[in-house]
């Protein structure tokens, strides 16, 4: 095993993302996550790799673009705003099939908002983004330690289902420091036929596209796309399941958020209320299966966020409204503290008796 | 004896272009650069968004399609984790001097190890015929109903000018492709901006002034004349930015 080490989870991203083979960085400054790309610029130059400083966030993501199609493992880091210039990019890689990660430390919104930790970027980066239909592959770490092993996980789903893939973390899962533990990895050994690395004069040319003028051709990649996304959703939903054995009420929160009604769901145990917590990891595919189960255990339902509430409608949709589902939130920056939590949940439970 | 063939580069689609566009011309000036200097099976091609942006499916290269005007951001992908690969990017004046300047200038400046080939034909094609940044002072177009009126939509971008008032770029030269002559040159100026690549010079690029015989809603013959009597003036041919030549 790898020796445990303390550091600051956006490092711990960057550090991740070498050891799983990613040799090409392209970024923008923006807080919080300057830590990414400064601890690419000290490290890419040592290993062979590309660190590269772009002139804006749209370049930097086409520059991905143009590494992903080459078939290299390549990532973006940013934040909420830098995110928002990125999605036409985005729309390109997922339109071409291209595995890529895109990392999101997310900041309080919209418009430039603030340099606090925000989870309001949950619709953007779970819904599509930018324009047409497609998904990403969206990872939510609650710790240091998931900040590494997420980053890595990223790009072996980004590579297996040729799917750009977003770790959506935010501000202080960024700045925090944990001990973590770095796995040395085999180089992944991916076969990618189709990238653009020169025909060698022995094969037809290789195209990276997402133009198809032709309306049916068109129809035809977006429904084989959506048979890849069912898939995923099928195999690839991941959760934390907290107290749930015995769960009357249920609190869904991700990130650090779910660190917070953690310590919620723990102090109303203790006085008496039968609580539990769904964490979900993965926030598209959105863990279902899971929610449809709690539906039929739990009275009702709290979701806590850092944003005026957006994974609600999906824990709605997937609990199919059988039960209430409030909402926990505090947004613009702010944390909400666990007794605002536990508030929310003796509410609930005394409500939905 | 063989007098006349199509580049090996070239596949056997066949062109989309309207009747008199030169963009026929300067992909057969591309691919013979490919076949001669015999790169083909190493080289990247980026297309644009615009008239050019079926490009992919002319060059037997491998191709990727970029968004509009970030082409060379996407070649500064490919060609940063292959830098042993040819990489270069076709553009059109939309493309490369409205919405992808800002691309267009860093990758100068960084003296990215890439070839472009710049089409300016001063309007937007593909949409129909809009001003172009390169629109010409009194043009008319579909967006510039009235002749683009200098005091309201600006002026023409000298990409070429501009370019070369930057350290990093190894070499800008202007050609044109409306006659014999210039398009000998223009072939010339192409397979140098190859050459340089390949020997490790930097950022190369060739801006040709090109012709768009529907859109200026001429025959294409007038439309070369056009090009002399128009064009060229207020774009003036030549070498812009030679460092080797200079330091020689």
Same mark, same amino acid.
């Given at each position: 095993?790898?020796?445990? +080490?303390?550091?600051?989870?956006?490092?711990?991203?960057?550090?991740?993302?070498?050891?799983?083979?990613?040799?090409?960085?392209?970024?923008?400054?923006?807080?919080?996550?300057?830590?990414?790309?400064?601890?690419?610029?000290?490290?890419?130059?040592?290993?062979?790799?590309?660190?590269?400083?772009?002139?804006?966030?749209?370049? #930097?993501?086409?520059?991905?673009?143009?590494?992903?199609?080459?078939?290299?493992?390549?990532?973006?880091? &940013?934040?909420?705003?830098?995110?928002?210039?990125?999605?036409?990019?985005?729309?390109?890689?997922?339109?071409?099939?291209?595995?890529?990660?895109?990392?999101?430390?997310?900041?309080?919104?919209?418009?430039?908002?603030?340099?606090?930790? &925000?989870?309001?970027?949950?619709?953007? #980066?779970?819904?599509?983004?930018?324009?047409?239909?497609?998904?990403?592959?969206?990872?939510?770490?609650? &710790?240091?330690?998931?900040?590494?092993?997420?980053?890595?996980?990223?790009?072996?789903?980004?590579?297996?289902?040729? +799917?750009?893939?977003?770790?959506?973390?935010?501000?202080?899962?960024?700045?925090?420091?944990?001990?973590?533990?770095?796995?040395?990895?085999?180089?992944?050994?991916?076969?990618?036929?189709?990238?653009?690395?020169?025909?060698?004069?022995?094969?037809?040319?290789?195209?990276?596209? &997402?133009?198809?003028?032709?309306?049916?051709?068109?129809?035809?990649?977006?429904?084989?796309?959506?048979?890849?996304?069912?898939?995923?959703?099928?195999?690839?939903?991941?959760?934390?399941?907290?107290?749930?054995?015995?769960?009357?009420?249920?609190?869904?929160?991700?990130?650090?958020?779910?660190?917070?009604?953690?310590?919620?769901?723990?102090?109303?145990?203790?006085?008496?209320?039968?609580?539990?917590?769904?964490?979900?990891?993965?926030?598209?595919?959105?863990?279902?299966?899971?929610?449809?189960?709690?539906?039929?255990?739990?009275?009702?339902?709290?979701?806590?966020?850092?944003?005026?509430?957006?994974?609600?409608?999906?824990?709605?949709?997937?609990?199919?409204?059988?039960?209430?589902?409030?909402?926990?939130?505090?947004?613009?920056?702010?944390?909400?503290?666990?007794?605002?939590?536990?508030?929310?949940?003796?509410?609930? #439970?005394?409500?939905?008796? | 004896?063989?007098?006349?063939?199509?580049?090996?580069?070239?596949?056997?689609?066949? /062109?989309?272009?309207?009747?008199?566009?030169?963009?026929?011309?300067?992909?057969?000036?591309?691919?013979?650069?490919?076949?001669?200097?015999?790169?083909?099976?190493?080289?990247?091609?980026?297309?644009?968004?615009?008239?050019?942006?079926?490009?992919?499916?002319? /060059?037997?290269?491998?191709?990727?399609?970029?968004?509009?005007?970030?082409?060379?951001?996407?070649?500064?992908?490919?060609?940063?984790?292959?830098?042993?690969?040819?990489? /270069?990017?076709?553009?059109?004046?939309? *493309?490369?001097?409205?919405?992808?300047?800002?691309?267009?200038?860093?990758?100068?400046?960084?003296?990215?190890?890439?070839?472009?080939? /710049?089409?300016?034909?001063?309007?937007?094609?593909?949409?129909?015929?809009?001003?172009?940044?390169?629109?010409?002072?009194?043009?008319?177009?579909?967006?510039?109903?009235?002749?683009?009126?200098?005091?309201?939509?600006?002026?023409?971008?000298?990409?070429?000018?501009?370019?070369?008032?930057?350290?990093?770029?190894?070499?800008?030269?202007?050609?044109?492709?409306?006659?014999?002559?210039?398009?000998?040159?223009?072939?010339?100026?192409?397979?140098?901006?190859?050459?340089?690549?390949?020997?490790?010079?930097?950022?190369?690029?060739?801006?040709?002034?090109?012709?768009?015989?529907?859109?200026?809603?001429?025959?294409?013959?007038?439309?070369?004349?056009?090009? *002399?009597?128009?064009?060229?003036?207020?774009?003036?041919?030549?070498?812009?930015? *030679?460092?080797?030549?200079?330091?020689?």
């Amino acid at each position: 095993m790898a020796e445990k +080490v303390l550091m600051k989870g956006n490092e711990a991203i960057a550090e991740a993302a070498i050891k799983a083979g990613c040799r090409h960085y392209f970024g923008y400054p923006i807080t919080p996550q300057t830590e990414i790309a400064a601890y690419m610029a000290k490290r890419m130059p040592k290993i062979g790799g590309t660190f590269l400083q772009a002139e804006s966030e749209v370049a #930097a993501i086409n520059m991905v673009y143009g590494v992903a199609g080459a078939g290299f493992r390549v990532m973006t880091s &940013s934040s909420s705003p830098g995110v928002s210039l990125k999605q036409e990019g985005i729309s390109y890689i997922a339109g071409a099939d291209l595995p890529a990660l895109i990392v999101n430390v997310q900041r309080g919104g919209p418009g430039l908002g603030g340099i606090q930790p &925000s989870q309001s970027d949950y619709f953007q #980066a779970t819904k599509g983004g930018g324009h047409g239909d497609y998904h990403l592959i969206v990872l939510a770490p609650a &710790s240091v330690q998931e900040m590494a092993d997420l980053t890595i996980k990223a790009f072996d789903l980004a590579d297996q289902y040729r +799917v750009p893939a977003m770790l959506l973390a935010d501000g202080t899962m960024g700045q925090m420091m944990e001990p973590v533990e770095l796995p040395d990895l085999p180089p992944a050994e991916i076969e990618k036929p189709w990238a653009v690395r020169g025909t060698k004069g022995e094969r037809k040319h290789n195209i990276i596209n &997402s133009l198809y003028l032709d309306p049916e051709l068109l129809e035809k990649t977006n429904f084989e796309r959506f048979e890849k996304y069912k898939v995923i959703e099928e195999k690839e939903a991941m959760y934390e399941s907290f107290m749930m054995e015995d769960a009357e009420y249920c609190v869904v929160a991700f990130g650090i958020a779910a660190r917070v009604s953690k310590n919620a769901v723990v102090a109303a145990r203790k006085k008496g209320i039968k609580v539990g917590l769904i964490r979900p990891i993965t926030l598209w595919p959105f863990p279902k299966k899971v929610m449809a189960e709690a539906a039929e255990q739990c009275k009702a339902f709290l979701s806590v966020e850092l944003s005026m509430g957006q994974m609600i409608e999906d824990i709605k949709l997937h609990t199919g409204c059988k039960k209430p589902v409030e909402l926990c939130c505090r947004t613009g920056g702010m944390i909400p503290a666990p007794e605002q939590v536990l508030g929310s949940i003796e509410k609930l #439970a005394k409500e939905n008796q | 004896m063989v007098v006349f063939e199509k580049p090996k580069a070239l596949t056997d689609a066949p /062109f989309h272009y309207c009747p008199g566009c030169t963009h026929g011309i300067i992909h057969r000036l591309v691919a013979e650069a490919l076949d001669e200097l015999g790169i083909e099976g190493k080289t990247v091609g980026v297309a644009p968004v615009g008239c050019a942006v079926m490009a992919y499916n002319y /060059f037997t290269c491998d191709m990727v399609e970029a968004a509009h005007g970030r082409a060379p951001a996407v070649a500064t992908g490919l060609k940063r984790c292959m830098p042993e690969n040819v990489i /270069f990017t076709y553009q059109g004046d939309g *493309d490369l001097a409205s919405i992808g300047m800002a691309e267009t200038v860093h990758a100068a400046t960084r003296n990215e190890n890439i070839t472009i080939i /710049f089409v300016n034909n001063a309007i937007y094609g593909m949409t129909g015929g809009q001003m172009a940044p390169t629109s010409l002072p009194g043009q008319v177009t579909q967006t510039s109903p009235y002749g683009r009126d200098v005091t309201t939509a600006g002026y023409p971008v000298k990409v070429s000018e501009m370019l070369s008032t930057l350290d990093g770029p190894e070499y800008i030269e202007r050609v044109a492709v409306n006659n014999v002559k210039n398009v000998r040159n223009a072939k010339k100026a192409i397979l140098k901006a190859f050459k340089n690549q390949i020997e490790g010079k930097g950022f190369s690029l060739v801006e040709v002034v090109s012709s768009c015989p529907t859109n200026w809603g001429m025959t294409p013959s007038k439309a070369l004349e056009w090009i *002399d009597e128009n064009m060229i003036p207020y774009y003036p041919l030549g070498v812009y930015k *030679d460092r080797s030549a200079k330091e020689e």
